[in-house]
């Protein structure tokens, strides 16, 4: 069975820096797209960082790019967000989720239909 388990949200002050953490079992992380989202309340969800270790690819959005990084841990079958310099439109509960039944492209590797298994979210809130 396909699990996902995200966790390490918390409350931040604005500049500051939280590491999410999704572990996954029932697959390896490195064999499929792995995505991170949010969802802010009154918003759509949105990619935030999506990767495809076997292919080499990896989406940031923009908003992010340069203080979001995400890794994976091949030994615990875990794939992290290192969020840093963390500002109040951070502020959303954050999913990670995994594209298990097809091997997305590039282009749609930041969509949220593109991925067919979601862990349970995590608060993250950023105080200004």
């Known amino acids: 069975e396909v699990q996902l388990q995200a966790s390490g949200g918390g409350l931040v002050q604005t500049g500051g820096s939280l590491t999410l953490s999704c572990v996954a079992s029932?697959?390896?992380?490195?064999?499929?797209?792995i995505g991170w989202f949010r969802q802010a309340p009154g918003k759509e969800r949105e990619g935030v960082s999506c990767?495809?270790?076997?292919?080499?690819?990896?989406f940031y959005t923009d908003s992010v790019k340069g203080r979001f990084t995400i890794s994976s841990d091949s030994a615990k079958n875990m794939v992290s967000l290192r969020m840093s310099s963390l500002k109040p439109e951070d502020t959303a509960v954050y999913y990670c989720?995994?594209?298990?039944?097809?091997?997305?492209?590039?282009?749609?590797?930041?969509?949220?239909?593109?991925?067919?298994?979601w862990g349970q979210g995590t608060q993250v809130t950023v105080s200004s």
């Open positions: 989720a995994a594209a298990t039944r097809v091997r997305p492209i590039v282009s749609t590797l930041h969509l949220s239909n593109t991925y067919n298994n």
């Open positions: 990767f495809s270790r076997k292919d080499g690819s990896t």
């Open positions: 029932g697959f390896n992380v490195d064999d499929y797209a």
